[in-house]
């Protein structure tokens, strides 16, 4: 399906109208570990900007408000911003502030464009960080690390037209119908696409901020494998109380299918037993897209007995 045509998902609506949801991002904040931050950043010589142990997004909007002022200004908004999305853990931290530390001037001023083009080219702000041809532009900062940063320089603008992508958002968008996007690395194309959808939904919803859609699609993400081949079953499954994610292969599931056949066959008088063995061999045959092997009709209405006995497997 085309992205432009992508529908505004039903559960989308019920999440929009389950609370204030303007008012829950706005407030949002997180505790981060501001010792390591300080401690950090000195050994790499660079000034301590962290705003302090609790960041929240207002802070950030102030932040990205003057980023596109000088370089010193757009990397004190990225500090903060990671230490926002990472909270108390500093997973890759170190790293990240080491690649800027390494490169200070030349990243600085890239991070300051990026943060001016965000306000109004979310395509080319998108491909300063990660071209198309080629790796993240900074070491260990990805579109799921620098997307929040084109966010915040958007200084809080409700309409802001770059918004945060991740996993979690993808996986929402393809359960939406986005079958082509990918699971985490993406184009500049891809961000554009996916701004011009959040817009558009923000309108088609009656809400006033594009974050606050992101935010939702972030809440009603499935979980992470729901769209594998092999497990197709989990879109109609993943919100179920009894759902469980397992580890079985497509070869495993062929030698379920091959039991129930079997199965089948033996018990040829239980109106029961082939009603669930009908139901679970067309479930297994939708995960398999009827690639089942050898069985040519799993459990069809008028081939139930699909026999295996007598052969050998």
Partial sequence: MNPSQLALPDDLTDWLAEGDRTAELLSDSVLVDQ??????????????????????????????????????????????????????QNSDGKKRIAAVAA????????????????????????????????????????????????????????????????????????????????????????????????????????????????????????PTGWDHPWQAWERQTWEKANWVRGPLSTDDLRVVHRWLCTLSALAPRSAEAQHEFRDLGRKISQALNGEVSEINNGFDEDHVYGSYLGRRF
Avoid at 41 to 63: C, W
Avoid at 65 to 87: K, R, T
Avoid at 148 to 156: E, S, V
Avoid at 159 to 185: C, N
């Fill in 103 to 222: 490169d200070r001037k030349r990243l600085g001023r890239l991070l300051q464009e990026a943060a001016l083009a965000s306000r109004d080219d979310p395509g080319a702000a998108y491909a300063m960080l990660r071209p198309d041809k080629g790796g993240n532009t900074i070491d260990r900062l990805g579109p799921g690390g620098f997307t929040w940063f084109l966010y915040f320089a958007g200084a809080g603008d409700p309409k802001h037209p770059s918004p945060v992508l991740e996993a979690k958002v993808g996986r929402s968008l393809r359960r939406a119908g986005w079958k082509g996007l990918r699971d985490g690395v993406w184009t500049a194309a891809d961000y554009v696409a996916y701004s011009r959808i959040v817009d558009r939904w923000r309108t088609e919803a009656g809400v006033d901020r594009n974050d606050v859609i992101v935010r939702g699609l972030f809440a009603i993400s499935p």
């Fill in 35 to 88: 010792q390591w931050w300080i401690d950090t950043l000195a050994e790499f010589k660079m000034p301590n900007t962290l705003h302090g142990s609790r960041i929240g997004r207002q802070e950030l909007f102030a932040l990205g408000a003057v980023a596109g002022e000088s370089p010193e200004d757009a990397i004190a908004l990225l500090w903060n911003v990671v230490a926002f999305c990472l909270g108390r």
